[in-house]
């Protein structure tokens, strides 16, 4: 079974400060990962993902993320916070075998706010 | 590209009525899940399909909950005799599921108040 674990329900970073959201997974397979992020009142938008090619992902509104299969993370990070960036940040596992069901398993969440 | 779609965006109702929502997935896509999302927590998996045909459902999907994919294009979720802990986001994402490298892409989710 796949699990993902997200260190901080809140992340409160100052404007123009680094941001960096943890995530820690469990899988018997080697994962899919992905990050989404969700605006109040809206679904999911795909921030980037890990499909096994290279462990450092960009992502977009200058998002990326490293794979580091000795840690099991995949953490996020932003160089530079944007008033824009405030949301809720999920992590996501996809353990399936190729050409299986692909479910994602979220984490709780992190929800991010940036203060002036 | 128009994305996927929902309807209704929000939707309040009376425990014991039902209730039915609809997800219009990304054009050919095979694949279309619901997800639930409770306050303050992530999505959870309920179903899924493969073109028309229901593949997975979890355990969270109650007797009361059943979904369909008519001519595998857009989806309906229908809930039956609602409870309050019923109240929650519904979500519904699609892929197109070729070579293992899917990605979901979600839509904008209907939100349930039951009452």
């Known amino acids: 079974a796949q699990s993902v674990t997200q260190l901080g329900s809140h992340v409160s970073v100052s404007e123009g400060a680094l941001v960096l959201l943890r995530c820690n997974y469990s899988s018997s397979v080697p994962p899919y990962l992905f990050w989404y992020v969700q605006y109040p009142n809206q679904g999911l938008q795909l921030l980037l993902k890990?499909?096994?090619?290279?462990?450092l992902v960009k992502g977009i509104n200058g998002f990326e993320a490293e794979f580091k299969k000795s840690e099991t993370s995949f953490h996020l990070t932003k160089p530079s916070a944007h008033m824009s960036d405030a949301a809720e940040y999920f992590c996501?596992?996809?353990?399936?075998?190729?050409?299986?069901?692909?479910?994602?398993?979220f984490g709780t969440g992190t929800r991010l706010q940036v203060t002036l | 590209d128009t994305g996927v779609s929902q309807d209704p965006r929000h939707k309040i109702t009376k425990r014991g009525q039902n209730v039915t929502f609809r997800c219009d997935p990304i054009s050919e896509h095979n694949r279309l899940y619901w997800y639930r999302q409770t306050l303050g927590q992530g999505p959870e998996f309920l179903t899924y399909f493969q073109n028309e045909a229901q593949l997975e459902k979890s355990r969270l999907l109650s007797d009361r909950f059943s979904a369909e994919r008519p001519k595998g294009s857009f989806s309906t979720l229908e809930i039956q005799r609602t409870e309050q802990g019923d109240s929650a986001m519904y979500l519904c994402?699609?892929?197109?599921?070729?070579?293992?490298?899917?990605?979901?892409?979600f839509g904008p989710g209907t939100r349930l108040l039951v009452l």
């Open positions: 996501a596992v996809n353990g399936g075998a190729p050409g299986t069901a692909s479910k994602l398993t």
């Open positions: 994402a699609s892929s197109l599921a070729l070579s293992g490298q899917e990605t979901q892409y």
């Open positions: 890990y499909t096994s090619a290279a462990t």
